[in-house]
């Protein structure tokens, strides 16, 4: 299960180890955090820490950018960090790394919304 933390006024979900599209349970859960925190967090900046996940589907991905549009109309921001390198090639793949900034630690990617 992913986990919720905040970090002075940031908000970060903490990934699980894969999101393969092969247990519809676990993404229906992860898909919970995730949009309630695009839909919620206050301020709408949000972290995601992909350094315990190895591998993410389809599925995924469209929570991703579900997530990443609620952020949007709330004037939010979405980040990434510790993209491991699967998970970055099938980010670049998708050409979704032009749309979020990714950040190989959490620090700089808490320290990159905290600047503005």
Same mark, same amino acid.
């Given at each position: 299960m992913s986990c919720v933390v905040r970090e002075d006024e940031i908000t970060i979900v903490e990934l699980d180890p894969s999101?393969?599209?092969?247990?519809?349970?676990?993404l229906a859960e992860f898909g919970g955090v995730l949009l309630s925190e695009a839909a919620h967090a206050d301020p709408p900046r949000l972290v995601l820490d992909?350094? @315990?996940t190895t591998?993410?589907?389809?599925?995924?991905? +469209?929570? %991703?950018i579900r997530a990443w549009k609620r952020l949007q109309q709330r004037s939010g921001t979405m980040?990434?960090?510790?993209?491991?390198?699967?998970?970055?090639?099938?980010?670049?793949?998708t050409r979704?790394?032009?749309?979020? @900034?990714?950040?190989?630690?959490?620090?700089?990617?808490? +320290?990159? %919304?905290?600047?503005?």
């Open positions: 999101y393969d599209s092969l247990d519809d349970q676990v992909f350094s @315990r591998f993410i589907g389809s599925s995924f991905i +469209e929570l %991703l980040v990434l960090c510790g993209v491991q390198p699967l998970c970055l090639e099938i980010l670049e793949v979704l790394t032009s749309i979020w @900034r990714i950040y190989p630690t959490r620090q700089e990617a808490v +320290e990159s %919304l905290r600047c503005g």
